[in-house]
């Protein structure tokens, strides 16, 4: 089974600063996907963004960057520029390339969530 | 992506009733989840909805207490029967699409407050 751990229960930043949301995971699988997923106050989970691990370069989307780092199984977040609305819980998961002979396929598994804070 | 909406948005209920909440896509999902997410605090995946045939329960949940549909691809249901003040969560649609790489789009969730 895999497990995310997400060590920050709570992380705060300055407008505009940057700021690494960390994560780790367990898995004997050589072939998955993670995400960054945010939620804000209002409950609705989006994406933030999405790493292949068979890809060795890092994913990006504008301000969000990860820093993958497969051998540690190490997959942090980082907001460049924080802005008020990124105010939001974070969560890390974990989804494996083929569930093989799970009885729920393609589930993901998530972190237990990091709350992030943007102060004016 | 595909958008997701669920009704009712909250809804506070009495100790031994049962409610339902429905959850639309706007796109046909292969695969459709259903999970469990006390404020504050993580998802934990109840089931996975599949079409046309009984959903598939993650342990410690089971089907006389959750009843789960999913008549389509586009459409599913989720009760919380015989409810106690310990099912007052949030419980969160999510779908997949077709060919996608492995990211689930989310409903609003459904606020459930059972007294």
């Known amino acids: 089974a895999q497990t995310v751990t997400q060590s920050q229960p709570e992380m705060s930043v300055q407008e505009a600063e940057t700021v690494t949301l960390s994560c780790t995971y367990d898995t004997s699988e050589s072939n998955y996907y993670l995400f960054w997923y945010k939620q804000p106050p209002s409950r609705q989970m989006i994406l933030v963004i999405r790493q292949e691990a068979y890809k060795q370069q890092n994913a990006t989307e504008n301000r969000f960057s990860v820093n993958f780092q497969k051998a540690a199984k190490s997959f942090s977040l980082k907001i460049s520029d924080s802005q008020l609305g990124d105010t939001a819980m974070y969560f890390c998961?974990?989804?494996?390339?083929?569930?093989?002979?799970?009885?729920?396929?393609?589930?993901?598994?998530f972190g237990q969530g990091t709350i992030l804070t943007v102060h004016p | 992506s595909a958008v997701i909406s669920q009704k009712p948005s909250r809804d506070i209920c009495q100790r031994g009733t049962s409610l339902t909440i429905q959850c639309q896509v706007d796109?046909?999902?292969?695969?459709m989840f259903w999970y469990r997410q006390q404020p504050g605090q993580s998802l934990t995946l109840i089931a996975t909805?599949?079409?046309?045939?009984?959903?598939?329960?993650e342990s410690g949940f089971v089907i006389d207490k959750f009843p789960i549909s999913r008549p389509n691809l586009t459409f599913s249901t989720l009760t919380v029967s015989n409810m106690s003040p310990e099912d007052s969560s949030i419980y969160l649609c999510?779908?997949?699409?077709?060919?996608?790489?492995?990211?689930?789009?989310f409903g609003e969730g459904s606020r459930l407050t059972v007294l």
């Open positions: 998961a974990f989804k494996p390339h083929v569930n093989a002979g799970g009885t729920s396929y393609g589930k993901l598994t």
């Open positions: 796109s046909q999902v292969t695969m």
């Open positions: 909805a599949n079409q046309g045939s009984e959903a598939t329960y």
């Open positions: 999510s779908g997949r699409l077709a060919g996608n790489t492995g990211e689930l789009f």
